[in-house]
């Protein structure tokens, strides 16, 4: 369960900016805008999300985790614009740069698979420390219905593929990868040696003794 309840400005040279309206009525005025054309650049959110999960994994070196879950995400963006600025500012606003509202309850399915491939590195990121970094693909996708009457009004971002319109509810899948940070050229020499170590076998020293 998590919740968050904020208020989200943006800020320019240290100071909060404003929305200024580029629109036909507002650009026609010389010099600075009137103020039925600006509003604070900020926005309210309030988001709740709250899961039960179920996962069954298979597999040893190659993971494949299957998870049964039941999810509440609720998210409403705000605005309190002053009684100055004009309706339709304030509508351009919400239109161009404030999240659309989005509550999804119902079950999900997903599908996660990695590989349980570490190489050991030690003065990589950190000095005198020594560091795992996992190997492999990293790869995760997920399944739900999004009903309608719940007051959805907006896909999920990161959701690709056709969704259903019929009946009371839309399908919905999304899949995701994770994200690897680009290293430079020697360091990922200096991986490639730790993985190379790590999948080579053991070598045996054989010692002679000799009698003169």
Same mark, same amino acid.
């Given at each position: 369960?998590?919740?968050?309840?904020?208020?989200?400005?943006?800020?320019?040279?240290?100071?909060?900016?404003?929305?200024?309206?580029?629109?036909?009525?507002?650009?026609?005025?010389?010099?600075?805008?009137?103020?039925?054309?600006?509003?604070?650049?900020?926005?309210?959110?309030?988001?709740?999300?709250?899961?039960?999960?179920?996962?069954?994994?298979?597999?040893?070196?190659?993971?494949?985790?299957?998870?049964?879950?039941?999810?509440?995400?609720?998210?409403?963006?705000?605005?309190?614009?002053?009684?100055?600025?004009?309706?339709?500012?304030?509508?351009?606003?919400?239109?161009?740069?404030?999240?659309?509202?989005?509550?999804?309850?119902?079950?999900?399915?997903?599908?996660?698979?990695?590989?349980?491939?570490?190489?050991?590195?030690?003065?990589?990121?950190?000095?005198?420390?020594?560091?795992?970094?996992?190997?492999?693909?990293?790869?995760?996708?997920?399944?739900?219905?999004?009903?309608?009457?719940?007051?959805?009004?907006?896909?999920?971002?990161?959701?690709?593929?056709?969704?259903?319109? /019929? @009946?009371?509810?839309?399908?919905?899948?999304?899949?995701? #990868?994770? =994200?690897? $940070? %680009? *290293?430079? &050229?020697?360091?990922?020499?200096?991986?490639? /040696? @730790?993985?190379?170590?790590?999948?080579?076998?053991?070598? #045996?020293? =054989?010692? $002679? %003794? *000799?009698? &003169?």
């Amino acid at each position: 369960m998590a919740w968050q309840d904020a208020v989200l400005r943006r800020y320019v040279n240290g100071s909060l900016s404003d929305y200024v309206d580029t629109s036909p009525r507002c650009a026609g005025t010389s010099g600075p805008p009137p103020a039925r054309c600006v509003l604070p650049f900020q926005f309210r959110s309030r988001i709740y999300t709250t899961s039960y999960e179920v996962t069954r994994s298979f597999g040893w070196d190659l993971k494949h985790d299957f998870t049964l879950a039941a999810t509440l995400n609720r998210a409403v963006y705000e605005i309190n614009a002053p009684a100055t600025t004009d309706a339709q500012t304030v509508a351009d606003f919400v239109s161009q740069d404030v999240p659309v509202s989005d509550t999804r309850v119902g079950p999900s399915l997903q599908y996660h698979t990695y590989q349980r491939r570490f190489v050991r590195v030690i003065d990589f990121d950190t000095l005198a420390l020594q560091e795992d970094y996992r190997l492999g693909h990293d790869i995760v996708a997920r399944v739900y219905p999004s009903f309608r009457g719940s007051g959805r009004r907006a896909t999920s971002s990161g959701s690709t593929g056709p969704r259903s319109t /019929r @009946g009371p509810c839309e399908m919905a899948f999304s899949a995701s #990868r994770s =994200s690897r $940070r %680009r *290293r430079s &050229s020697s360091r990922r020499r200096a991986v490639r /040696r @730790g993985a190379d170590r790590a999948r080579a076998p053991p070598t #045996r020293r =054989s010692s $002679r %003794r *000799r009698i &003169s």
